[in-house]
């Protein structure tokens, strides 16, 4: 399942490496289709987030079409996940990665939001991918 990277903002990214990393999660997922991974700035996120009914930013957003052509997108904020890592006491390559895996679990199917059941599943999965990808944390800019 390939995945095309869209950049609107400023903070610099390893795009290739991030690309690379996120197909080893959708070929462990077995999807058909294309995700889109769009990063973009505060106000984007904020806009987007008003279609969910929500004022403010937040770190990801995910949007699941299911369609043949267009599996789903997903958006990230790295100025809200650079806010984020400072709190959680990680880095944001860890916490970018992080929020990166988990808008593509969204796109598969996965919701933490249904029931615990559902929720405890797609955390353990999140935490896997990304402890599949430690080695390479420290080269994502």
Same mark, same amino acid.
């Given at each position: ?23 080893? =999660? ?54 809200? =996940? ?19 895996? #988990?808008?593509?679990? #969204?796109?598969?199917?996965?919701? #933490? ?25 420290? #080269?994502?800019?």
């Amino acid at each position: 399942m390939p995945i095309r990277i869209f950049n609107d903002q400023k903070v610099n990214l390893n795009l290739p490496l991030i690309s690379t990393l996120l197909e080893k =999660v959708l070929n462990a997922e077995k999807e058909n289709g294309i995700i889109d991974l769009i990063f973009v700035d505060m106000d984007e996120i904020v806009r987007l987030n008003s279609y969910r009914k929500k004022s403010g930013p937040t770190d990801v957003l995910s949007f699941n079409y299911d369609q043949q052509a267009l599996k789903g997108e997903v958006y990230v904020c790295p100025d809200y =996940v650079m806010e984020n890592a400072k709190i959680f006491n990680v880095t944001f390559n860890q916490e970018l990665l992080r929020v990166c895996i #988990h808008g593509i679990l #969204h796109v598969c199917g996965y919701d #933490h939001e249904k029931d615990k059941a559902s929720e405890k599943i797609m955390f353990e999965k999140q935490e896997n991918y990304l402890s599949g990808c430690a080695d390479f944390l420290n #080269h994502i800019c």
